[in-house]
């Protein structure tokens, strides 16, 4: 069984990632808000891979790529971002992450990473479904922007008490927000969302969440 931390300042990402590598059979076993936490957690327990924000404050990535190559120059740490400069492209360089993600990222790719370092990932069950539906939802949202992932996001808990992951249960409530949100440009989120599910789209629940989003 391979374990992962995961750092990131925005907490619904760490979640929402959180289940979705759960479903991959990787145990979260801590999650962290910033560069430092960071180091501690793998100070502390030595987690098989450190899922990595580039751009946090106070202690960023850079600080914790930094910290954490200094106990270990063998420690995998994949390195998140939405925006690489070149002036933090060369420092990463220099510090040698295992792996860069631009954000938004795909499904494919982390199985990839993760498929590098141990066994091959098993393939999503029944049990999972709705980790994966809350990954796709933030993934397709984050092609507009981070403020959509923290509108759509913060709507749904302050008028469901729902989470991402919930909305394969509960289309409804996404389907209804996401037109509050964007309108008619709402069709653009739902055909994302679609695309990313598209082998699925014949399984239920699958095919009631795309239907109910789609009408």
Same mark, same amino acid.
């Given at each position: 069984?391979?374990?992962?931390? %995961?750092?990131?300042?925005?907490?619904?990402? @760490?979640?929402?990632? +959180?289940?979705?590598?759960?479903?991959?059979?990787?145990?979260?076993? +801590?999650?962290? !808000? $910033?560069?430092? $936490?960071?180091?501690?957690?793998?100070?502390?327990?030595?987690? *098989?891979?450190?899922?990595?924000?580039?751009?946090? #404050?106070?202690?960023?990535?850079? !600080?914790?790529?930094?910290?954490?190559?200094?106990?270990?120059?063998? +420690?995998?740490?994949? @390195?998140?971002?939405? $925006?690489? &400069?070149?002036?933090? =492209?060369?420092?990463?360089? =220099?510090?040698?992450?295992?792996?860069?993600?631009?954000? /938004?990222?795909?499904?494919?790719? %982390?199985?990839? %990473?993760? *498929?590098?370092?141990?066994?091959?990932?098993?393939? /999503?069950?029944?049990?999972?479904?709705?980790?994966?539906?809350?990954?796709?939802? =933030?993934?397709?949202?984050?092609?507009?922007?981070?403020?959509?992932?923290?509108?759509?996001? *913060?709507?749904? !808990?302050? &008028?469901?008490?729902?989470?991402?992951?919930?909305?394969?249960?509960?289309? =409804? !409530?996404?389907? @209804?927000?996401?037109?509050?949100?964007?309108?008619?440009?709402?069709?653009?989120?739902?055909?994302?969302?679609?695309?990313?599910? +598209?082998?699925?789209?014949?399984?239920? #629940?699958?095919?009631?969440?795309?239907?109910?989003?789609?009408?």
């Amino acid at each position: 069984m391979i374990t992962a931390g %995961i750092v990131d300042d925005d907490r619904q990402t @760490v979640e929402v990632f +959180a289940e979705y590598l759960e479903m991959c059979k990787v145990t979260v076993v +801590a999650r962290g !808000y $910033d560069g430092k $936490d960071a180091v501690e957690i793998y100070k502390n327990l030595k987690p *098989d891979v450190i899922f990595l924000d580039l751009t946090m #404050p106070v202690y960023d990535g850079i !600080y914790a790529l930094s910290e954490i190559r200094s106990v270990d120059k063998n +420690a995998n740490i994949v @390195v998140i971002t939405a $925006d690489l &400069k070149k002036e933090m =492209e060369e420092r990463m360089h =220099e510090l040698n992450p295992t792996e860069v993600l631009i954000k /938004p990222f795909d499904v494919e790719k %982390i199985l990839a %990473i993760l *498929d590098k370092i141990t066994t091959p990932v098993p393939a /999503p069950t029944n049990r999972t479904k709705s980790a994966l539906v809350g990954f796709t939802i =933030e993934q397709a949202l984050l092609e507009i922007g981070k403020s959509a992932v923290d509108e759509v996001g *913060d709507r749904l !808990y302050e &008028k469901h008490g729902c989470y991402f992951s919930d909305c394969l249960e509960h289309p =409804e !409530y996404l389907s @209804v927000i996401l037109r509050e949100i964007f309108g008619g440009s709402h069709v653009v989120i739902v055909k994302s969302i679609r695309d990313r599910l +598209a082998e699925f789209e014949d399984q239920q #629940p699958f095919s009631n969440f795309l239907l109910t989003i789609s009408n």
